[in-house]
């Protein structure tokens, strides 16, 4: 019997909720998330930049494994700029979809 109370009490809906106004500082630290996302574009768009000059330097040079590089580089900077691009969607998403879950 003993196994039983602990799976209800597993069970139990402790009712945690996501709180906006809980706690102090929680404007400045959209503020800081906001800033670090914007920093991390800005070092996505450099990445890319350099990333297409080695593709092109290599592609001219003949040097095929600087061209495959550059070409990982263009890519991985895309993806990172797609994932920065959607995070708050993103986590959106998966919050709105882990709130369903009963």
Same mark, same amino acid.
């Given at each position: %019997?003993?196994v039983?109370?602990?799976?209800?009490? @597993? &069970?139990?809906?402790?009712?945690?909720?996501? $709180? #906006?106004g809980?706690?102090? *500082?929680? !404007?400045?630290? =959209? =503020?800081? %998330? *906001?800033s670090? $996302?914007?920093?991390?574009?800005? /070092?996505?768009?450099?990445? %890319?930049? %350099? +990333? /297409?000059?080695?593709w092109?330097?290599?592609?001219? +040079?003949?040097?095929?494994? /600087? #061209?495959a590089?550059?070409k =990982?580089g263009? @890519?991985? !900077?895309?993806?990172?700029?797609?994932?920065?691009? &959607?995070? $708050?969607?993103?986590?959106?998403?998966? !919050? /709105?979809? *882990?709130?369903?879950?009963?």
């Amino acid at each position: %019997m003993h196994v039983f109370d602990t799976v209800v009490q @597993l &069970a139990y809906d402790p009712g945690v909720t996501p $709180n #906006e106004g809980g706690l102090p *500082g929680l !404007s400045v630290l =959209k =503020k800081v %998330m *906001g800033s670090i $996302n914007l920093f991390g574009i800005i /070092a996505v768009v450099g990445s %890319m930049a %350099m +990333s /297409a000059g080695v593709w092109a330097w290599g592609h001219h +040079s003949g040097g095929h494994q /600087a #061209e495959a590089n550059g070409k =990982k580089g263009v @890519l991985v !900077s895309a993806g990172a700029a797609l994932l920065l691009g &959607a995070a $708050n969607g993103i986590v959106t998403f998966f !919050s /709105a979809l *882990g709130s369903q879950v009963r």
